[in-house]
């Protein structure tokens, strides 16, 4: 076979899976109708007033109030596990540690920041099992994100 004949078979191939994806893509595409979008509006309204409505009776004056429970103080987290945090609301600032990537198939983590300003440079730290992982962070780091990492811990 020659050498034009392999270069069509290929870019022929390329150029088939691409019209396939693109055809794919249409046939899965928004298949909502109208009808389901009137159907999910719900109407709600108030009933007239009427004269033959009562209004409440008052409490009497000698009840005295239920005394409002105060409200449970948050619990301080001392961990964070993976996911994404705020510096400063989320998490505080400070310095934190962690223990190293989980134990699985596949053992390694990283903690990484998106500073909020342009003078603030990101912070990457990655390790394996057992290898532990020390970050300062501040406000300017703006979010926090831990990925398969053993939670994250003050530093005492």
Do not use: H, W
């Not at 990484?112 to 962070?137: C, F, H, Q, V, Y």
Request: overall charge negative.
């Amino acid at each position: 076979m020659g050498a034009g004949a392999v270069v069509g078979i290929v870019l022929g191939s390329i150029f088939g899976v691409f019209a396939l994806l693109i055809v794919l893509g249409l046939a899965v595409g928004d298949d909502t109708n109208q009808a389901d979008d009137e159907a999910s509006i719900l109407e709600v309204t108030a009933p007239a007033a009427t004269e033959s409505a009562k209004p409440a009776p008052a409490k009497p004056a000698a009840e005295k109030p239920a005394p409002a429970k105060p409200e449970p103080k948050p619990k301080r987290v001392t961990e964070y596990p993976s996911g994404d945090y705020l510096v400063g609301e989320d998490i505080p600032a400070g310095t934190y540690t962690s223990a190293g990537a989980e134990k699985g198939v596949f053992e390694f983590c990283s903690v990484t920041t998106e500073p909020t300003g342009d003078l603030t440079m990101p912070k990457i730290k990655s390790a394996n099992a057992d290898e532990r992982i020390i970050i300062t962070l501040a406000k300017e780091d703006g979010v926090v994100t831990v990925s398969g990492c053993e939670p994250l811990k003050p530093r005492r």
